[in-house]
Structures are given as C-alpha cells and as structure tokens.
C-alpha cells in the first residue's frame, strides 16, 4: 500500500495490481451506483474535493469535453466528491456532465477513507484517481497535493496500456 500524508491524515491508498475497494454511492439522481456492477469496463474512480470549485471544475470539463476517449477506451468515468446528491445534480447540470458524480456524504468520506484520499482535518477527498481494469484490480493511481490539478494525458496512457494487455 502506498502512504499519502496530507494535513496531518495519514491514509493507505490501493496499489497497482490489487483488487479496488467496492463501494455503493448514490449519483446525482439519487440512484444507486456500485463499483462492481462494472466488471467487464474500465472503471476511471476520479475523487475531487468539492463540486463549483475551481480547479475542480476545470478537470472534471476536461473529461467532458474528452469523453470519447474513455469510451473508446471501454472506460466508465465515476467521479467522487463529499458533496450532498443535490449539489452534485446542479453542479451537473451547470456543467453539463454526462458521466456519474458520486455523493461520498454520509457516512462522510468513507469511500475516499477506503481509497487513501480523505483528509479529515479539512473533511474533502484528495484529488485520487484510480483506473481499475474490467476485472476490478488497480492498474493506475495519482494522487495529488492540494492544488494541482491531475494530467489527462495520464488517464489516455493509463487507458491505453489497458487496452494493448
């Protein structure tokens, strides 16, 4: 497992060639979403700190506006905040997301405890993604400080080395 220190929150992130946690959250809609229910896809798990911020913002556009990579590349993208289903459901549609935002409220920030990426002392998700395989293991993981915002570059070379095994 790798250590990620951040506000004092020392968590374990899943490492590369190990079976993804399963979770089950609810999307903006309210509807049920577990991680399991994807085996047979790639599975991009993108966590985020909070919907209507910045930085943000400017990733989760930048994989709107590039959906067709995922999908060509046989990817479901889940992206995971602290924010309640509602936020989540008008930071969709102010955005125009056509991917599930995933509410990580209550119980608050378990399943970014299960990945590594919570802070507690600030009570938001790190900025982690996780690129899990159509058979549920890890095959890519980042995660970032505070502040900078992840590559996509990344996820398309991650994408792509999956669909060459």
């Known amino acids: 497992m790798t250590e990620v220190q951040e506000s ?11 079976p993804a946690p399963d979770f089950e959250l609810s999307n903006q809609y309210g509807e049920p979403i577990r991680l399991s229910d994807f085996r047979g896809r790639n599975v991009v798990v993108v966590f985020y700190p909070f919907a209507f911020s910045g930085i943000c913002t400017g990733e989760l556009c930048e994989i709107r506006d590039n959906i067709g990579s995922f999908e060509d590349s046989d990817a479901t993208v889940l992206a995971v905040s602290v924010d ?73 070379a991650a994408l792509s080395a999956l669909s060459r095994t």
């Open 84 to 156: 309640s289903k509602f936020a989540l459901r008008a930071y969709a549609e102010k955005e125009g997301y056509g991917f599930d935002l995933l509410a990580d409220f209550w119980p608050h920030g378990a399943v970014a405890r299960k990945y590594g990426v919570f802070d507690a002392q600030s009570g938001m998700a790190l900025r982690g993604t996780f690129i899990i395989d159509t058979e549920g293991i890890v095959r890519y993981v980042v995660v970032n400080p505070r502040g900078q915002a992840r590559d996509l570059s990344e996820y398309r």
């Open 8 to 18: 004092s929150a020392l968590s374990v992130v899943p490492e590369v060639g190990l």
